[in-house]
């Protein structure tokens, strides 16, 4: 399927609707992260819908859209959820995206035959069978559509391994055995460069350039020595001069999109933000004006013929168990291996923080209620106590009601009566939300009052009580949106 030429885009979260208004000439396309902007409705069918007024405002701004899917990764062994797929459809009929793509990633795992979410986007095994676990994923999820589709070479923290393809002879392979278009996001693979993985430029080189149509930028930071693909503000020159040698090579190049998480846009200022899409709407112009004749992919150095290969299922089980520090069956060779390496750390920490993230986001009171009375520490003990009893959903809704519940179980929470009835308040808003129906909730002290001082991070005081009755509708509870990948 043809894609036409797009240009120059952004991705798009709520909040970054200024910064769209301040560069109508420089942004050309717009993409989304769907999920991003979807809830489930606890209503007997566990439906999931999208945020009209996000739709709504995508749709004002009569520019091509593309979709870039997060939560639902294809490199994985493991069957896809294809619950979502009608909401998918219904948002894809509303958007007319140009272009679907998705992470060459796996994020579930199997624990006591149930399917186990990681909130986090792994990499696949690279040997011959992780290829081919890969196109059967990709083959099976793009079957489910009419337009281009797309996987996104990904972020890899782990050293490599004497067993595996090398990086992007492994992706070029994938492409042409499942026939698909490369997404090179330049910032990630300059992050595995970073930390001790293949240089951009080779695995540039062993691409078959023709199949990339899309490219990603972003900018990152060093964490415990590890440079992170953090998506926190503007490209630096290193990845901008990569970016121009790699698009001057590319003959078939659609579109170049910048990604920055939401949390970062109110730290970076407008003028920054114009300056990164100047430089690539200059760039852009240049594309393709190196590739005189067809580009011949490079081989891999290295035959990943060894002594000891692991199995997809091994590799996914054992990593994933790691990454989300939980026991292993067995000490292999490959665990031992894993364990060793100093990846699977920073892994674990971006993988507390998240979902740290998670339960911040659908109970923002109680959590701050906590930070405040327990400092910080022992909030975030508090924390890995309760993910090692319960198990991520893919909602942040989901989680905030299981710790919620967890809480009230909690006799050190039970003797603190403000705290129980903040939880109570807050479970009731996320109740009247996805159920889609009004409740009511008795408390002692007027919420309001509550929210300004946790709002002025203080504890509040309340020397006297009154009953007061809450009614919580659900257009006055705040969307809650699907967190299902979390980029560093």
Known sequence: MKIPELGVGIIYFSGFEETIAANPELIQVIEIEPQTFWYRLHNGLAAYAYDEAAVNYLSSLNKPITFHGVGYPVAGSLPADTMHLQCLYKMMERLQPVTLSEHLSFNNLSINNELYNTNFLLSPLQTDEGINTAVAGITNYKKNFDIPFLFETGVNYLAPLPFEIEDGAFVNKIAEKADCNILLDIHNVLVNEKNGRQKVTDYFNQLSHERITQIHLAGGFYFNGYY??????????????????????????????????????????????????????????????????????????????????????????????????????????????????????????????????????????????????????????????????????????????????YLLQQKSILTDRILVELIQYELASLKSFTENTTVTVEMSYNPLNMIEALKQRKIPAFRSTKDYLIEITPDETIVDQIKTVFHS
């Open 228 to 405: 992170l693909d953090a998506h926190s503000g503007p490209s630096n020159d290193e990845v901008i001069e990569l970016f121009e040698m790699i698009v001057r090579r590319l003959p078939n190049l659609k579109a170049i999109t910048f990604e920055m998480l939401p949390e970062y846009i109110t730290m970076v200022p407008q003028k920054d933000i114009t300056l990164q899409l100047e430089k690539m709407n200059r760039i852009w112009d240049k594309r393709g004006t190196n590739c005189k004749r067809r580009h011949q992919p490079v081989n891999s150095n290295n035959s990943a013929a060894t002594s000891y290969t692991p199995s997809v299922s091994e590799w996914e089980n054992t990593l994933g168990l790691l990454a989300i520090k939980r026991p292993l069956k067995s000490k292999t060779v490959l665990a031992e291996t894993l364990i060793k390496d100093k990846g699977i750390t920073i892994i674990q920490d971006l993988i507390e923080k998240f979902k740290g993230s998670l339960l911040v986001s659908s109970l923002k009171l109680t959590c701050r209620y906590l930070m405040l009375t327990l400092g910080m520490e022992n909030f975030n003990t508090l924390l890995r106590t309760f993910w090692q009893e319960a198990s991520p959903k893919l909602f942040a809704s989901d989680n905030g009601t299981d710790f919620a519940n």
